[in-house]
């Protein structure tokens, strides 16, 4: 069964804020599972196997002397450290990656708190139209955005357009008013 933890869980577990001293397992990287699947060996398809594996993940199987077994940050699952100078913190470079994700979303949010951008107002913002009844905010907005679609004439182009339209028809072609017979 997976379980499932946060991006804001994950960092409150990172920085050790964890109140309940519960450790929330991610998916293994490759390292865990390398490491695993060496303790547990052959045994995956034994019923002892959810013993082993238990123990495993409660650290009681590797020495505790041992620097080079340590927890993942990222999927928290003990792994060996084969590096050199045994200063790895994650088991795999997937978990790495992750782990730089959530330092860098944290970063974006430090510095958007510090220092916010406001967003442009634009004119479409002030109508609600969200509401049963929608309506503008402001009066000048509402006439700029209506501009946009229907421009604003004088009384006497409107009446000249009106006339157009009764002698010729609407639209914007010249309708004949009248047949010619051509005599075929």
């Given amino acids: 069964m997976e379980t499932y933890v946060s991006i804001e869980d994950q960092l409150e577990i990172e920085e050790g804020n ?4 519960v450790i929330e397992y991610g998916e293994p990287g490759a390292g865990a599972i390398e490491y695993a ?3 547990v060996g052959d045994l995956s398809k034994s019923p002892e196997s959810i013993q082993v594996i238990t123990q ?3 650290g009681e199987l590797h020495d505790t002397d041992d620097k080079q077994v340590k927890r993942c ?4 699952y ?3 450290d084969d590096s050199l100078r045994n200063n790895k913190r994650t088991c795999c470079e997937e978990c790495k990656r992750k782990v730089k994700t959530l330092q860098k979303r944290k970063q974006r949010e430090r510095r958007e708190l510090l220092n916010p951008t406001s967003k442009k107002r634009k004119k479409k913002d002030d109508y609600v139209y969200w509401l ?6 402001n009066e000048e907005s509402m006439f700029d955005e209506g501009e946009r679609f229907e421009k604003p004439m ?9 006339t157009k339209n009764q002698k010729y028809g609407v639209g914007n072609r010249k309708r004949r008013t009248s047949e010619r017979d051509y005599g075929f």
């Fill in 78 to 80: 003990f792994w060996r």
């Fill in 56 to 58: 495993l993940l409660n």
């Fill in 18 to 21: 964890n109140p309940d001293g």
């Fill in 37 to 39: 699947s060496q303790i």
């Fill in 154 to 162: 004088k009384t006497e182009v409107l009446d000249y357009i009106h």
């Fill in 73 to 76: 940050d990222y999927c928290r």
């Fill in 132 to 137: 049963e009844y929608p309506y503008w905010i």
